[in-house]
Nanobody, 115 residues
Framework: QVQLVESGGGLVQPGGSLRLSCAVSRAIFGISDMGWYRRAPGKQRELVAGITRDSTTNYADSVKGRFTISRDNAQNTVYLQMNNLKPEDTDVYYC?????????WGKGTLVTVSS
């Protein structure tokens, strides 16, 4: 079973930064395009950023210029560098395949942006 383990969330003030990590089972990472998603309570899960196997990236309009997705194929890990965080970025962040999010979701990592 493929496992997704997200980490790196926490409490940060507006304007601050966090770096999220997602460890992915080696069996699928090298052949998968990956994405970071988020879902606040009562809302649908949305794509935040996606990255292809050759590191072509895609971002939601709301995070362009502030977030950067990257991957380390040797470590089977995908990252999300989040800068200039805003209160509206408060959410639980998940990683999964992109597009399609066909893997079983991990527990996610909570990001709280508040003063």
């Amino acid at each position: 079973q493929v496992q997704l383990v997200e980490s790196g969330g926490g409490l940060v003030q507006p304007g601050g930064s966090l770096r999220l990590s997602c460890a992915v089972s080696r069996a699928i990472f090298g052949i998968s395009d990956m994405g970071w998603y988020r879902r606040a309570p009562g809302k649908q899960r949305e794509l935040v950023a996606g990255i292809t196997r050759d590191s072509t990236t895609n971002y939601a309009d709301s995070v362009k210029g502030r977030f950067t997705i990257s991957r380390d194929n040797a470590q089977n890990t995908v990252y999300l560098q989040m800068n200039n965080l805003k209160p509206e970025d408060t959410d639980v962040y998940y990683c999964n395949k992109w597009p399609g999010a066909t893997l079983i979701w991990g527990k996610g990592t909570l990001v709280t942006v508040s003063s």
